[in-house]
T-cell receptor
Framework: GAVVSQHPSRVICKSGTSVKIECRSL??????MFWYRQFPKKSLMLMAT?????????EQGVEKDKFLINHASLTLSTLTVTSAHPEDSSFYIC??????????FGPGTRLTVT | GQQLNQSPQSMFIQEGEDVSMNCTSS?????WLWYKQDPGEGPVLLIA?????ELTSNGRLTAQFGITRKDSFLNISASIPSDVGIYFC???????????FGKGITLSVRP
């Protein structure tokens, strides 16, 4: 149990376009979902925390108008990178928690902005 | 802020050897989590520890929650090539249980 999926696994987009990444908890209901960004050879950097039906809580320095998070149900959260630029290229990972303690991570989405 | 310290950054062992990794902090945590991340993948939860002094196994992996609640270790016995990856310790804190992560230890296993 505790499987989290992400879609797409890889995406290449042109500068100025928007990209949506989906995160789904497949076999449990997630009280909270998290979005992370990871740079090469670095640990995960939390971008935002979202609870179903509520506005996401963004970490300091993360632009909420650029990284739009929607947590529509207990099994689905989406991250939309708006007006993407090359510096937004990164590995984006979501996680979901059912107990509020352990987090189960998705497989990640590699975003490349050209 | 709260920090989790993992060192060294990289470890190199021979297949079949045992390896131990530590995670320490100057702060007290009530839960310790160990994750493994393969290249290009998300982290996978290996072991969760909830009680000081707790010793938990998952196959060839054993982890312990330090009695002071300021440290934890992860042991891998009889290592195999697929043990290669980055091992992170993490502790949930705060209302939404945001995770504080260690910087990770990259494990290499020589066949």
């Amino acid at each position: 149990g505790a499987v989290v999926s992400q879609h797409p696994s890889r995406v290449i987009c042109k500068s100025g376009t928007s990209v949506k990444i989906e995160c789904r908890s497949l076999d449990f209901q997630a009280t909270t979902m998290f979005w992370y960004r990871q740079f090469p050879k670095k640990s995960l950097m939390l971008m935002a925390t979202s609870n179903e039906g509520s506005k996401a809580t963004y970490e300091q320095g993360v632009e909420k108008d650029k990284f739009l998070i929607n947590h529509a149900s207990l099994t689905l959260s989406t991250l939309t990178v708006t007006s993407a630029h090359p510096e937004d290229s990164s590995f984006y990972i979501c996680s979901a928690s059912r107990t509020g303690v352990e987090q189960y991570f998705g497989p990640g989405t590699r975003l490349t902005v050209t | 802020g709260q920090q989790l310290n993992q060192s060294p950054q990289s470890m190199f062992i021979q297949e079949g050897e045992d390896v131990s990794m530590n995670c320490t902090s100057s702060s007290i945590f009530n839960t310790w989590l160990w994750y493994k991340q393969d290249p290009g993948e998300g982290p996978v939860l290996l072991i969760a520890l909830y009680k000081a002094g707790e010793l938990t196994s998952n196959g060839r992996l054993t982890a312990q929650f330090g009695i002071t609640r300021k440290d934890s270790f992860l042991n891998i016995s009889a290592s195999i090539p697929s043990d290669v990856g980055i091992y992170f310790c993490a502790c949930p804190t705060g209302a939404n249980s945001k995770l504080t992560f260690g910087k990770g230890i990259t494990l290499s296993v020589r066949p």
